[in-house]
């Protein structure tokens, strides 16, 4: 892969780049596919970022949502992995080569059913990366089966319902610690865009659960993931502002009615209140306000998690500065006595 030029006619972003370095092929997806929205908001979000599509390192699984790394920053590295296995391919090239951005993109179906040993392992061991589920309650790739985010009583095309307790990723995230946890929706391009970046500035597992309607599948009456239902429950818990660290930090929003997360490169997520001050660190609040929201039939969407988990994984094991694949052959493999030593350790 090479890396992109920078251009210097045009508009160009804060390392010279174009809008077009951080596009991808023509979608082959279906017109208005939630998805095509996703990737859209990437774009931009990377560009506006300013971030070098040649550090990033794209990894999905298997699915409309997983086919479009495709389509978004033609650059950058890229595996379209296996169905439900995006996870552990994304842990090894994140440990290989730290210095990586990863990001990766799934389905519900890829992550919430296939993939959900490897999906509650990841974000258990905190791997620095933006984990983007495309989230429309069906598999949409081999027809419109519900998936394990569907919501009980709704509804096939053909109008039998679902009577299975859906899987709430955001929640299961919460529990497991998970140090970034937000939903969004496709819909929203604007909050979409927002989340994207202050995930891309955390460090650790950074999840985004977004609502992503199947216009072919799961966009009819009845069915609690389309557009207009989704539109017609849409709670933002908070107005949010992403102020990148390059940027003079100028707050102006009164005491008591905003809360600021500062991540880990120094950027920060201004949240201003709507309804009443929110604070992500709590656990405790973050559960209690996505089950408040499902009695009282809302969809809640925003930064609704970001505890204080300082250490990702490769921190948590000690990896030395350089990335691995940047070690030569001599530095990798540990001489007779060392070997030997660990060897007489185990004994
Ligand atoms: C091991 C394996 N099992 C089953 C399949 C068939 N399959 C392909 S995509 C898919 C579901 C995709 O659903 P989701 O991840 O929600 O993506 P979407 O198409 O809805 O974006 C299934 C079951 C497969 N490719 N591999
Ligand atoms: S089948 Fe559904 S998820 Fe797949 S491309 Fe079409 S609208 Fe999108
Ligand atoms: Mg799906």
């Given at each position: 892969?090479?890396?992109?030029?920078?251009?210097?006619?045009?508009?160009?972003?804060?390392?010279?780049?174009?809008?077009?370095?951080?596009?991808?092929?023509?979608?082959?997806?279906?017109?208005?596919?939630?998805h095509?929205?996703?990737?859209?908001?990437?774009?931009?979000?990377?560009?506006?970022?300013?971030?070098?599509?040649?550090?990033?390192?794209?990894?999905?699984?298997?699915?409309?949502?997983?086919?479009?790394?495709?389509?978004?920053?033609?650059?950058s590295?890229?595996?379209?992995?296996?169905?439900?296995?995006?996870?552990?391919?994304?842990?090894?090239?994140?440990?290989?080569?730290?210095?990586?951005?990863i990001?990766?993109?799934?389905?519900?179906?890829d992550?919430?059913?296939?993939?959900?040993?490897?999906?509650?392992?990841?974000?258990?061991?905190?791997?620095?990366?933006?984990?983007?589920?495309?989230?429309?309650?069906?598999?949409?790739?081999?027809?419109?089966?519900?998936?394990?985010?569907?919501?009980?009583?709704?509804?096939?095309?053909?109008?039998?319902?679902?009577?299975?307790?859906?899987?709430?990723?955001?929640?299961?995230?919460?529990?497991?610690?998970?140090?970034?946890v937000?939903?969004?929706?496709?819909?929203?391009?604007?909050?979409?865009?927002?989340?994207?970046?202050?995930?891309?500035?955390?460090?650790?597992?950074?999840?985004?659960?977004?609502l992503?309607?199947?216009?072919?599948?799961?966009?009819?009456?009845?069915?609690?993931?389309?557009?207009?239902?989704?539109?017609?429950?849409?709670?933002?818990?908070?107005?949010?502002?992403?102020?990148?660290?390059?940027?003079?930090?100028?707050?102006?929003?009164?005491?008591?009615?905003?809360?600021?997360?500062?991540?880990?490169?120094?950027?920060?997520v201004?949240?201003?209140?709507?309804?009443?001050?929110?604070?992500?660190?709590?656990?405790?609040?973050?559960?209690?306000?996505?089950?408040?929201?499902?009695?009282?039939?809302?969809?809640?969407?925003?930064?609704?998690?970001?505890?204080?988990?300082?250490?990702?994984?490769?921190?948590?094991?000690n990896?030395?500065?350089?990335?691995?694949?940047?070690?030569?052959?001599?530095?990798?493999?540990?001489?007779?006595?060392?070997?030997?030593?660990?060897?007489?350790?185990?004994?």
């Open positions: 892969m090479s890396e992109p030029t920078p251009v210097k006619k045009g508009k160009e972003n804060r390392i010279g780049l174009d809008k077009g370095c951080y596009s991808g092929a023509a979608s082959t997806l279906c017109l208005g596919c939630g095509d929205s996703i990737t859209a908001a990437i774009v931009q979000a990377y560009w506006d970022m300013g971030v070098n599509p040649y550090q990033v390192a794209k990894i999905s699984g298997i699915g409309c949502s997983s086919k479009t790394p495709a389509y978004f920053l033609r650059k590295h890229g595996f379209n992995s296996v169905h439900g296995r995006m996870p552990s391919v994304a842990t090894g090239a994140g440990l290989v080569n730290k210095d990586l951005h990001l990766g993109v799934s389905g519900d179906g992550s919430a059913s296939i993939g959900m040993g490897q999906f509650v392992h990841l974000l258990r061991r905190n791997i620095n990366m933006t984990y983007i589920v495309e989230n429309n309650g069906t598999y949409g790739l081999t027809k419109g089966q519900f998936s394990a985010t569907a919501d009980v009583g709704s509804k096939l095309k053909g109008g039998q319902p679902n009577n299975l307790p859906p899987v709430d990723l955001c929640e299961l995230a919460i529990q497991l610690d998970c140090s970034f937000a939903r969004g929706f496709a819909g929203d391009r604007k909050q979409l865009i927002t989340l994207l970046k202050a995930a891309h500035s955390h460090q650790g597992t950074a999840l985004i659960d977004v992503s309607p199947c216009v072919t599948f799961n966009d009819h009456e009845g069915s609690t993931k389309s557009y207009n239902y989704i539109r017609d429950h849409y709670d933002p818990i908070a107005q949010a502002d992403f102020i990148p660290s390059y940027d003079p930090i100028e707050i102006e929003h009164p005491e008591g009615t905003s809360h600021t997360v500062t991540l880990h490169d120094g950027s920060k201004l949240l201003t209140k709507i309804k009443e001050s929110y604070d992500p660190s709590r656990k405790a609040q973050a559960l209690s306000t996505l089950e408040r929201a499902k009695d009282e039939n809302k969809i809640v969407t925003g930064l609704v998690y970001a505890p204080h988990r300082n250490e990702d994984f490769a921190t948590l094991s990896l030395v500065d350089t990335p691995l694949c940047h070690l030569s052959e001599s530095e990798l493999r540990p001489s007779q006595e060392v070997l030997q030593s660990i060897n007489d350790s185990m004994r």
